[in-house]
């Protein structure tokens, strides 16, 4: 029986770090993009027409459901167990990647409120995703900078966890694989944490 | 007497050791003011002290207790926390020590008395992932096979580990809520996986690798990298027995 509980252990923390990466991973590209939309000219015309795209997807609410929901509920509420059982020692220690994995840690409180708040306050507000929407949002100062620290959190949660998913998978061994990775990741945190703020600064420009 | 000569017989070295009396006994502070020696180390510091027991005020009290063996840091037993860092006592010499210095236990072990701790978590990690060669049989099973130079090379970096503990003291992961065997065990397993003979076994350590406590514990703070006082590469044998676990695992389940 021990041991059935040994191998689950390991299974649930690879699914952990692997729904983080591909599917949600891959679902924050797809968001970013999308609101990038926003900032082209005539941005609320070419957001709007983003939008109907996808919401003419086909199997768009099992899509949905099997891609985006369950694996990022998975990957939140494990990764707050994670968090929870987590040491801290960033105090005696301050080396860059125990600075880093403190960081990935309080990030991942952080986007875990801000995707909850995030949710309420679109998907589930019964109003249609449009660019007057989230104008209309965006317009509020504390809404807006919540939507900063949020989009910053999440696209630095993603960009350091690419790193650790790339050690945790044994993709990168070597000390030079995991140093040039840090870079690169981090190159990849400053891209999209700028791709997201433009497109919240594209929002609170009246269509 | 020369000039220089009492001017060192002035100089002093001011400790404060974290200490306890038994295992469940309250930690306290004590300060200690010892004359200072050419070229001395902790341990030289920790000696005066049970020579002349005698607190900074001039108070007399327990003598210090700690664990030492070689005195050349081949032997891992006075690994204690040296100003916050954990480190081997005979390595870290008073000159290159800011003071006051200050010493204290592993904690992230049980301590039995003052910088004196039990690390048999550790002993008991090295049994669950199998890190020795088995050999033992009712014939002579004649020589084993060769090892290439190229990996004898590195596989000889992770035979230096002598089981101190600095990298499980530094561990975030190695905490009361995980059970985490720490980068030791897992370096010592690459090592036996490396070895001819020891390959036969392979599979037994990455099962034991991916059990209770095994390297998805780790979260990748590399500070066991940092405070190795063997600069072993544990980072990278973390992430190869990574590598070793995951083709493991996924070519396991795809056989069943």
Redo the contacts between chains.
């Keep these: 029986m021990?041991?059935a509980?040994?191998?689950s252990?390991?299974l649930l923390?690879?699914l952990h770090t692997l729904a983080g990466v591909i599917p949600v991973g891959l679902f924050l590209l797809e968001h970013l993009f999308t609101n990038a939309m926003a900032t082209t000219p005539n941005g609320a015309v070419s957001y709007n027409n983003a939008v109907d795209t996808i919401q003419h997807i086909p199997l768009l609410h099992f899509i949905e459901f099997f891609f985006i929901f369950l694996p990022l509920i998975y990957h939140g509420v494990y990764g707050l167990y994670?968090a929870?059982?987590?040491?801290?020692?960033a105090g005696?220690?301050s080396?860059t990647?125990?600075v880093l994995?403190v960081i990935q840690r309080i990030t991942g409180i952080i986007t875990f409120v801000f995707i909850i708040y995030h949710l309420w306050t679109t998907r589930f507000s019964g109003k249609a995703p449009t660019f007057e929407m989230v104008h209309q949002l965006v317009s509020n100062p504390a809404y807006f900078w919540f939507m900063i620290v949020g989009v910053v959190a999440a696209t630095f949660h993603f960009s350091n966890g690419l790193?650790?998913f790339c050690?945790?998978?044994?993709?990168?061994?070597?000390?030079r694989a995991?140093r040039v990775t840090a870079y690169v990741t981090m190159i990849v945190f400053i891209a999209l944490a700028g791709i997201g703020v433009d497109a919240l600064i594209a929002f609170t420009h009246a269509a | 007497m020369s000039a220089t000569a009492v001017e060192v017989a002035k100089k002093t070295v001011h400790l404060i050791i974290e200490r306890q009396d038994n295992p469940n006994s309250q930690p306290y502070t004590q300060e200690f003011v010892v004359p200072y020696v050419n070229g001395m180390n902790v341990i030289a510091c920790l000696m005066e002290i049970q020579r002349n027991p005698i607190d900074k005020n001039g108070k007399a009290v327990a003598p210090v207790t700690w664990e030492m063996n070689c005195l050349e840091e081949i032997c891992g037993a006075c690994m204690m926390v040296i100003n916050g860092k954990p480190r081997q006592a005979c390595t870290a010499l008073v000159d290159q020590l800011e003071q006051p210095i200050r010493l204290r236990p592993a904690r992230t072990f049980p301590v039995i008395r003052d910088l004196v701790v039990d690390r048999s978590r550790m002993f008991d990690a090295l049994k669950k992932v199998k890190a020795w060669v088995p050999i033992d049989g009712t014939y002579d099973l004649g020589p084993g096979p060769r090892m290439a130079e190229k990996d004898r090379q590195w596989a000889y970096e992770l035979s230096r580990c002598f089981t101190c503990g600095a990298c499980v003291e530094a561990c975030p992961n190695v905490n009361e809520r995980t059970s985490f065997v720490g980068a030791f065990a897992i370096s010592q397993a690459r090592l036996f996986n490396e070895h001819p003979t020891g390959k036969m076994h392979r599979e037994e350590r990455l099962e034991a690798l991916m059990g209770e406590g095994g390297i998805h514990e780790c979260g990748n703070a590399q500070n066991c990298v940092e405070v190795c006082p063997k600069g072993i590469p544990l980072t990278t044998s973390i992430a190869a027995m990574n590598r070793q676990v995951t083709y493991h695992a996924m070519g396991a389940w795809l056989r069943k």
């Design positions: 021990a041991q509980q040994q191998s252990d390991f923390r690879r994670v929870f059982t987590s040491g801290y020692n005696q220690y080396w990647r125990n994995f790193w650790s050690v945790h998978w044994g993709i990168t061994v070597g000390a995991q």
